[in-house]
């Protein structure tokens, strides 16, 4: 199994463009989830869906979107990037909300320059 | 709300233990710990449910105090292994979103 895929690793962005950060998994988890590390510091949630159809906001939400259309996938849209969304963005994804392990992908440093 | 740690860090010598500290000013349903080695993403090590239970993990092992909205991570006869940055999670309600603490840097040295 694959668990939880992120692409790209690596992006770098100007001021304005937007992108989509892609996000799998081939766990059949419900929940899922994104957020950002900036240097030195804590996750901060972004957004996060309880299942197919279903997103909400986390406590660092704007300037980004979600969608979920299929249990597997969970895109993160950025609308029109920022120097502040410089960071690293981890998605995870886990059986049920709160009460399984989150399985982290392995990241997508983004800059804005 | 975000849960608070504490200490931020703690330097320890291989052998000895510390405890880390997870609290927050809301009921709890959940408390998670993970541990993030530089460079890489966060690790799952255990999940605590409302009801006090403690569990362990090797030799980390952690406790619940529903009550007092506080979990404390306790690290036993620590290894090089062991360091990295500990990250407590909480989650409010079932089925809702899980939020992390600022994170407490460990270094182990020989």
């Known amino acids: ?113 | 709300q975000q849960p608070v740690q504490s200490p931020q860090a703690v330097i320890l010598r291989e052998g000895e233990d510390a405890v880390i500290n997870c609290s927050s000013s809301k009921a709890l349903y959940s408390v998670h710990w993970y541990r993030q080695k530089h460079g890489e993403a966060p690790v799952f090590l255990m999940i605590l449910l409302k009801g006090g239970e403690q569990k362990g993990h090797d030799k980390i092992s952690a406790s619940f105090n529903e009550k007092k909205q506080q979990s404390s991570l306790y690290l036993t006869a620590s290894q090089l292994s062991y360091s990295g940055t500990y990250f407590c999670g909480t989650e409010q309600a079932a089925g809702n979103k899980l939020t992390f603490g600022g994170g407490t840097r460990v270094l182990v040295k020989p």
């Not at chain 1, 766990?27 to 950002?36: D, G, K, L, Q, V």
């Open chain 1, 1 to 113: 199994n694959a668990g939880v895929t992120q692409t790209p690793k690596f992006q770098v962005l100007k001021t304005g463009q937007s992108m989509t950060l892609q996000c799998a998994q081939d766990m059949n988890h419900e929940y899922m989830s994104w957020y950002r590390q900036d240097p030195g510091m804590g996750l901060r949630l972004i957004h996060y869906s309880v299942g197919a159809g279903i997103t909400d906001q986390g406590e660092v939400p704007n300037g980004y979107n979600v969608s979920r259309s299929t249990t597997e996938d969970f895109p993160l849209r950025l609308l029109s990037a920022a120097p502040s969304q410089t960071s690293v963005y981890f998605c995870a994804s886990s059986y049920s909300a709160g009460d399984s392990p989150l399985h982290f992908g392995n990241g997508t440093r983004l800059t804005v320059t």
